[in-house]
């Protein structure tokens, strides 16, 4: 883990940051709950599981914000 707290690893050949569900809630502003709830209903929001650990990419998280596909409380 960085300094910054978020995960990284190669993905595809570049640098890409994988956040842990709690992580990424916070990076978007929702509960983990409500991840894990999208998650059980398939909302547009893709996520990797690699060894039985879920992680989102960052770049994913930007699009999906800036998709307008959820609401988030600021």
Do not use: K
């Not at 999208?38 to 929001?45: F, H, I, K, M």
């Not at 599981?49 to 914000?65: N, P, T």
């Amino acid at each position: 883990m960085q300094a910054d707290g978020f995960n990284r690893a190669e993905v595809g050949g570049g640098q890409a940051e994988r956040l842990r569900p709690r992580e990424a809630a916070a990076y978007i502003g929702v509960a983990e709950g409500t991840l894990a709830s999208w998650r059980s209903r398939a909302v547009n929001l893709r996520f990797r599981r690699i060894g039985g650990a879920i992680f989102y990419d960052r770049a994913e998280l930007d699009r999906f914000l800036s998709a307008g596909d959820v609401e988030v409380a600021s």
